[in-house]
């Protein structure tokens, strides 16, 4: 079945530090793809998308690229800060009825300063 | 300003009692989820709903119950808590091309 497999944590980094956090996908066709973070103590806020192949989301200085050539979808900023420490997961998900979306099992992240 | 609303936000329970968990979102979403999301992060999708009416189980299996008797209201029902459903429990809405809004999540404990 369609999985997403994420670079497990946790990932510890100085602030300004460039940050790259590693998505894989396994799937038949071409999913929607998606970023969100997790802040401490609540619930999930979406980051960026991207919804189909060559697509780069961006938001807050977060990048990410739809790769299908190796059903990638890495998400990276260029330098980080204290307030991006948080949890951060990719997923996937269909059109169609159900729209359901997997998760991969998240990556903390966590900016020294 | 959050448009899905999730209450209690942290609920300390004794095994054995029966509980609720509200779930209600403003932006007329015909899509509603649950998700259980464990101690290590992973995140499950437990329940959802398509619209008045209609529910269906997710991938984890889930001893909880849900309705979906009004567009905006998707509560999540245990009719006998256990320490095993010691978790947090997230609830999404969906608009189709606009992706999920979640709710801030329920922390439950059972003791």
């Known amino acids: 079945g369609d999985s997403v497999t994420q670079m497990e944590g946790p990932v510890t980094l100085s602030e300004e530090a460039f940050l790259t956090i590693n998505c894989t996908y396994t799937a038949t066709g071409y999913p929607s793809l998606f970023w969100y973070v997790q802040y401490p103590g609540e619930g999930l806020q979406l980051l960026l998308k991207a919804t189909k192949a060559d697509d780069k989301g961006s938001n807050k200085g977060f990048e990410a690229t739809y790769r299908k050539e190796t059903t990638s979808f890495h998400l990276e900023k260029g330098s980080v800060q204290v307030s991006d420490s948080a949890v951060y997961f990719c997923?996937?998900?269909?059109?169609?009825?159900?729209?359901?979306?997997?998760f991969g099992t998240g990556t903390l992240l966590a900016v020294q300063p | 300003e959050a448009d899905i609303y999730q209450t209690p936000r942290y609920l300390v329970i004794g095994t054995g009692k029966k509980i609720t968990l509200e779930c209600s979102q403003t932006m007329g979403h015909d899509k509603m989820y649950w998700y259980q999301q464990d101690p290590g992060m992973e995140l499950h999708l437990i329940h959802y709903?398509?619209?008045?009416?209609?529910?269906e189980k997710g991938d984890l299996s889930s001893e909880s119950t849900v309705s979906r008797i009004r567009t905006e209201h998707f509560p999540l029902t245990l009719e006998s808590a256990r320490p095993s459903h010691t978790s947090q429990y997230l609830c999404a809405s969906m608009r189709q091309n606009y992706g999920y809004t979640f709710g801030s999540g329920t922390r439950l404990t059972v003791v």
């Open positions: 997923a996937l998900s269909w059109g169609g009825a159900t729209n359901k979306l997997i």
């Open positions: 709903s398509y619209g008045v009416n209609s529910t």
